[in-house]
C-alpha cells in the first residue's frame, strides 16, 4: 500500500510516496482506510524537519496528522463497525507517563515527550490503510467526508474553552486574527456562541474574503480598518503578536494559537510591564494553547455540526490526489485548506453537499 512519507539519508530529508506492507492489527486496532488527508503549515514545516522527529531512529516518518478515514476491520467486540467514518486523535501519551498524560490530557503533557502521529516520534495516517487504537478514533456523525475539518477545529475548541470563563461580556464583539482554515474556524465557533464576529487578513478578495461574509462576519483587510475594541480576541496569523492590547476591551481576553512569525513592523515589541499594566487595570486575560485531546475533537465534532455543510466544504480550496501531493503543500493566497485523497473511489461525494 502507498503512504506519504518523508525520508532522510542522513542529511537531507526527502518528501515521496513509498511502499508499505499492509498493517496488522492487534488488541483494540481498528483497521482504517485512508480517505482524505489535511494538510496545514505544521506539515509544511516537516518538509525541513530534523531527523530527532523520526519513530524508533528510524529514518523515515509516515506524515498526515488531520485524517478521515473508513474503518476496515473492527475487533470484536468494537464500538465501531466496518464502514463508520473515523477521525483519529494526534497525541498519543507519554511513555513515562506525565501526571497530565495519565489523567488523558494529553495536550498538556509536562515532560514533553508526548508522540504526535504524523508530527513527532510516531508515524502519521498519510496511508491507504493505518492501525488506530479505537480508544483514539472519533465517530464524524453528520459531517460525513467534512469530518476532515475535525483536527483542526479542535484547537479552536480548545481555544473558546479557555476564553468561554475569561470574557467578561460573552456574545459581545469577537476579533479573528487571520483568515486561514484555524481562523475561519475560529470564526464559525464565535458565531456558534452569538458573537459580532470580525474577521482580519491581508488579502482583498478570494475565498478567504467570501468564506468570512458567508458566515455573517465582517472581513477587514489590515487591522487599520477596525474600530472599537472586542470582548474576545483569537490571534491566528502570527502577525499582531505584539497589538493584541491594542484590539481588548475592558475585561476582554485574547488567546493566542498562533505565534510571531510576520511580525507586525508598526508595533513595537509588547514588553512585560506594558502587558501586566493592561491586564491589571483593564481586568484583561491572556491564554495560549497548542494541540489537542479528544474532548476537544469530540467538541469540534459538535460545533462543526451546527454549521451548514456547503459553507464547511468552502473551507477545502484544493483537492488532490495522492500522486500530486506536492500541489497541496504549496500555499497561495487563495487556499485555505488543501486536502490530499487517498483512494480515487471518493470521486464526486467530496462535492456533494450534506
Ligand atoms: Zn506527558
Redesign the pocket.
Known amino acids: 500500500m502507498r503512504a506519504l512519507a518523508i525520508t532522510t539519508d542522513g542529511e537531507a530529508v526527502h518528501p515521496g510516496v513509498i511502499e508499505l506492507p499492509e498493517p496488522r492489527p492487534s488488541g483494540t486496532d481498528l483497521v482504517v482506510d485512508g480517505l482524505l488527508l489535511g494538510v496545514c503549515g505544521t506539515d509544511r514545516s516537516l518538509m525541513t524537519a530534523g531527523t530527532d522527529r523520526f519513530p524508533d531512529g528510524g529514518n523515515r516518518l509516515v506524515l498526515g496528522h488531520e485524517s478521515l478515514g473508513r474503518v476496515r476491520h473492527a475487533p470484536p467486540g468494537s464500538r465501531y463497525s466496518i464502514g463508520d467514518l473515523v477521525v483519529p486523535v494526534v497525541r498519543r ?2 511513555p ?3 501526571a ?2 495519565a489523567a488523558g490530557d494529553l495536550d498538556l ?3 514533553g ?2 508522540i504526535e502521529r504524523g508530527i513527532r516520534a510516531g508515524h502519521g495516517y498519510g496511508a491507504e490503510q493505518y492501525l488506530l487504537d479505537e480508544n483514539f478514533a472519533i465517530p464524524v456523525g453528520s459531517l460525513g467526508l467534512l469530518g476532515i475539518l475535525i483536527e483542526p477545529a479542535s484547537i479552536v475548541a480548545k481555544a473558546w474553552e479557555r476564553l468561554d470563563p475569561l470574557v467578561r461580556r460573552p456574545g459581545g464583539r469577537a476579533l479573528i486574527l487571520g483568515a486561514g482554515p484555524i481562523g475561519l474556524l475560529a470564526a464559525l465557533l464565535g458565531r456558534n456562541r452569538g458573537y459580532d464576529v470580525h474577521i482580519v487578513d491581508r488579502v482583498s478578495h478570494g475565498p478567504k474574503v467570501s468564506q468570512s461574509r458567508a458566515l455573517g462576519a465582517t472581513y477587514h483587510r489590515g487591522s487599520d480598518e477596525l474600530e472599537g475594541r472586542f470582548d474576545a480576541v483569537v490571534e491566528c496569523s502570527g502577525a499582531f503578536t505584539s497589538s493584541v492590547l491594542d484590539f481588548m476591551a475592558p475585561g476582554a481576553a485574547t488567546c493566542y494559537i498562533a505565534h510571531e512569525h510576520a511580525p507586525d513592523t508598526r508595533a513595537a515589541a509588547l514588553t512585560a510591564a506594558t502587558l501586566s499594566e493592561s491586564l491589571m487595570r483593564g481586568n484583561r486575560a491572556v491564554v495560549g494553547v497548542t494541540s489537542s485531546s479528544r474532548s476537544h475533537f469530540d467538541t469540534a465534532q459538535r460545533e462543526l455540526e451546527q454549521a451548514p455543510g456547503e459553507w464547511l466544504r468552502g473551507l477545502i480550496t484544493d483537492v488532490v490526489p495522492l500522486e500530486r501531493f506536492e500541489d497541496a503543500f504549496g500555499s497561495g493566497p487563495d487556499t485555505i485548506k488543501a486536502v490530499i485523497t487517498l483512494t480515487d473511489e471518493l470521486g464526486d461525494e467530496l462535492y456533494e453537499r450534506r
Open positions: 501519551p507519554d513515562v507517563p506525565c497530565a498524560c503533557c509536562e515532560n515527550r508526548f
